[in-house]
Structures are given as structure tokens and as C-alpha cells.
């Protein structure tokens, strides 16, 4: 049932004598773009008085009609408005993705109204250089984007990629990168300057670049031997990931995490991956058994939504002190998608991660995010 009108709300999309006059008498765009400004504005929550859910149907029944105005100004301005929201209809933000560049442009960068499948097609759809950069530069741009891109092989396209932290980018793709510019210096230090490389694609760089950015990923990922050694530890990391995965009994749960420890493999990584995989019966047990506390204790402080309980087990636990904002937030936002019942592992849950954990970090930085992006891509291949 549609909530009653909002007086205020309403009297924002409620053309004044003077608009109509305007609208009847003035050929320009003017009066029009001024009309996408009052609705623009209102629909984004930015006016006096917020919209009803009636008053939002009649803003976006506007919009409908205003993607299909013959003046180019107005379709623009209306871009503007509307890039930012995520409520906005699906098909309104098709028409303008597909319309001019000037309308187009901001759609295809900011719009998380668009799917992988719309960017797809979109992609496909032209070959305009522009069109691609824009998608390049996206808060999120999943590894099924960045590959198509990349088979675009436009330079300028492929730098805007590799320098967004929030491109997700295949080990395959990067060698294709570096296969095919590989005389490309600005490119190759865009590519050296990731977060996290895999170990095949730092020895191609090594092998390509000038000794002195060679040098720095040496010194980056220390010598090859250590380079080795982290690369046959990564991949035991992926096998008791892939157990932990699929171990659902708690008992088993429990003499997985003491078999780590004896070990000594219940290192920071792994609990930090199996979280970041949306694993909470391990990262709980673990945290528990460093704890020397009985499991049930560990989840009560774990889950309490105040500072207190959370920062005093993993306090205890012997988890990196540095890390402790950067994992508050990752176990926040598994929380998160955990309640909106979202589907665990794999590349989608891994992109919702990094887009939550980059919206945050535009208000609030903190140290060691990149860190934690590294891990949750790691995990999702």
C-alpha cells in the first residue's frame, strides 16, 4: 500500500503557474532542465522534504519522459541526477546507458542499478573508447568485465583498469596485459603497483621491466626463494580453504582449528580468509582456540554489536593489533551479507565485499584495507 502523500514532498513535483507557462512558452531546454533539477533533486533524497512512495512513482514516471526529450541538455542534466541512485528503475537507466556519450558516460561509471550481464552488452554494443573508460574507472569492475575489457586492447582503457584497486583482475588477464604492452613503462608500473600480484605474473614483470623497477618487486616480494615459498603456503591456504568449505559439523570444525595450530598453520591469513569467504564457524572456533575460551564464549563477544566484547577476544587471540579496524570492518560487512542472504564464495559475494569495503573507505580510511581486498579476491578464484 502506496504511504500518503508528504504535503512538502509533493508540492516539490508540483509544476508552479510560472513552470507552465514557461513550458508552453519557452522553446528553449532551459525550462525543462530546470524541471529535472526540482525533480532530480527531490528524488535524491538532497530537497527540504523527502518523497512518499507515490510521489517516487510520479518523479520516475517523469524521468520516463524526460530520457526521451529531443534536447540533449536535458537528458544530461538528468544523468547527473540519477547516477548516484540505487532504486532507480532498471529500464530508465538502460535508455540512458545507451544514449549519447554527454548522457551515456556518467550512467555507465557510477550507476550500480547496471548488472554485469547490462555492462556486457553494453560494452559489446559500441566501440567507443570513452564508453569503455568509464566502465574502467567503477567502484567495482568484476573480473568477467576486466577480462572483456582487456580483449578490447585499448591502452589508455587497460592502464584507467589495472590502477583502479577496485578492479578484480584474473592471473590470465594480467599475463595477457603484460604479453601484449609489455613495452608500455607507464602501464607495466600501473601493474607493479597492485595490491596483490600472483606469483607467475611477478616474474613476467621482472622479466620485461627496467632493472629498477625490477628491483622494487624484488624488494616487494622479497627474494624469489621467500616468492616460492609463499606461492606452495598460498596454495596449502586454497586446500584447507577449500576443506573448510565444506566441513559444516562443528566437532569437525573444532579438530580442523586444533590440527592447524599444532602445526602452526593458524596463521592470521587463513582465519582472515575464511571469514573473508564467509566462513563464521571457523573464524569463531579460531578465535576461540587462541583464546583458550570455550567456543560458545567466543561467539557471544564476537557478535556483540558494542566495541567492547569483539576487541577483547581478538585482543586475546594474538591477532595483529594494526589490523583490528580493517577486520571490524570485513566482519561487518560479512554480517551484512549474511543477513541479506546473500550466496557465499565465488566472484559476486567477493565484489560486494570490495564495493562495501571501498564505500567505506571514502568516508573513513584506515590502514590495511588493501590488504584485506587482496585476500577476498584471493579467496573468490
Excluded: W
Excluded at 533533486?41 to 514516471?61: C, M
Excluded at 602445526?263 to 592470521?268: D, M, Q
Amino acid at each position: 500500500m502506496l504511504s500518503q502523500p508528504n504535503p512538502a514532498a509533493t508540492a516539490q513535483l508540483v509544476l508552479s503557474a510560472a513552470d507552465v507557462q514557461r513550458l508552453l512558452t519557452d522553446t528553449s531546454a532551459a525550462p525543462r532542465i530546470e524541471m529535472t533539477h526540482k525533480i532530480g533533486t527531490a528524488y535524491n533524497g538532497k530537497a527540504s522534504a523527502p518523497l512518499g512512495a507515490r510521489e517516487i512513482v510520479i518523479a520516475e514516471q517523469i524521468f520516463r519522459l524526460l530520457v526521451r526529450d529531443t534536447e540533449l541538455a536535458v537528458r544530461s542534466s538528468l544523468a547527473n541526477y540519477v547516477k548516484d541512485s540505487k532504486t532507480i528503475p532498471h529500464d530508465i537507466v538502460i535508455k540512458m546507458a545507451r544514449d549519447v556519450e554527454e548522457v551515456a558516460l556518467p550512467i555507465l561509471q557510477f550507476s550500480e542499478v547496471l548488472t554485469d550481464d547490462d555492462l556486457m552488452d553494453l560494452i559489446s554494443a559500441k566501440d567507443e573508447v570513452s564508453r569503455y573508460l568509464a566502465v574502467s574507472r567503477r567502484r567495482v569492475v568484476s573480473d568477467r568485465i576486466s577480462d572483456l575489457l582487456i580483449e578490447k586492447n585499448h591502452a589508455e582503457v587497460i592502464s584507467s583498469l589495472v590502477s583502479n584497486a577496485g578492479a578484480i583482475i584474473s592471473e590470465p588477464a594480467f599475463e595477457r596485459i603484460i604479453h601484449d604492452h609489455k613495452g608500455n613503462e607507464a602501464m607495466m608500473q600501473a601493474v607493479s603497483q597492485r595490491s596483490y600480484l600472483p606469483v607467475a605474473t611477478v616474474e613476467k614483470l621482472i622479466s620485461v621491466v627496467s632493472s629498477a623497477l625490477a628491483d622494487t618487486l624484488k624488494q616487494k616480494y622479497r627474494s624469489p626463494d621467500v616468492v616460492i615459498d609463499r606461492e606452495v603456503e598460498k596454495t596449502r591456504e586454497n586446500e584447507t580453504l577449500h576443506l573448510i568449505r565444506h566441513t559444516h559439523s562443528e566437532g569437525e570444525i573444532e579438530k580442523l582449528v586444533r590440527q592447524l595450530h599444532a602445526a602452526g598453520r593458524l596463521t592470521p591469513s587463513i582465519i582472515l580468509s575464511a571469514l573473508c569467504q564467509g566462513d563464521f564457524s571457523f573464524f569463531e572456533n579460531s578465535l576461540a582456540h587462541l583464546s583458550n575460551i570455550p567456543v560458545a564464549n567466543a561467539r557471544k563477544l564476537i557478535t556483540d554489536r558494542g566495541e567492547l566484547g569483539f576487541r577483547a577476544i581478538y585482543n586475546k587471540s594474538g591477532l595483529p593489533e594494526a589490523m583490528f579496524p580493517a577486520v571490524k570492518l570485513l566482519l561487518k560487512i560479512v554480517r551484512e551479507l549474511d543477513s541479506e542472504g546473500e550466496k557465499k564464495g565465488g566472484s559476486r559475494y567477493a565484489n560486494r565485499i570490495v564495493e562495501r569495503i571501498l564505500h567505506h573507505a571514502e568516508d573513513a580510511p584506515m590502514d590495511n584495507l588493501s590488504y584485506i581486498i587482496a585476500l577476498v579476491r584471493r579467496v573468490a578464484h
